[in-house]
Nanobody, 119 residues
Framework: QVQLVESGGGLVQPGGSLRLSCAAS????????MSWYRQAPGRERELVAS?????????NYADSVKGRFTISRDNAKSTVYLQMNSLKPEDTAVYHC???????????WGQGTQVTVSS
């Protein structure tokens, strides 16, 4: 059974940092591109960052987080991370990780972790 379990969210002051983790199980983690998305209240879910499979592990970021967020993966631990620095109130959202399948019907989502940036 495919599972993605996020952790690491919480309340942080503006300018602070958090590291999110997404532990995967039930599939060959190293073979899949993994992504982080976020959804703020009243807004559509948006792609935050993605990291490819294979030796190059190509990364992509939303313009709004470039230079502040870093996505990484540890295939030995079947875990993808999102290091978030210089957090802003507009980063407040529920953050979800996603396994990117060869077709949309093979995508898989975690339940999400809440990140709140507030003083």
């Amino acid at each position: 059974q495919v599972q993605l379990v996020e952790s690491g969210g919480g309340l942080v002051q503006p300018g602070g940092s958090l590291r999110l983790s997404c532990a995967a199980s039930g599939f060959t983690f190293s073979s899949y591109t993994m992504s982080w998305y976020r959804q703020a209240p009243g807004r559509e879910r948006e792609l935050v960052a993605s990291i490819g499979a294979g030796i190059f592990r190509t990364t992509n970021y939303a313009d709004s987080v470039k230079g502040r967020f870093t996505i990484s993966r540890d295939n030995a631990k079947s875990t993808v991370y999102l290091q978030m620095n210089s957090l802003k109130p507009e980063d407040t959202a529920v953050y979800h990780c996603k396994r990117v399948g060869p077709r949309p019907e093979y995508d898989c989502w975690g339940q999400g972790t809440q990140v709140t940036v507030s003083s």
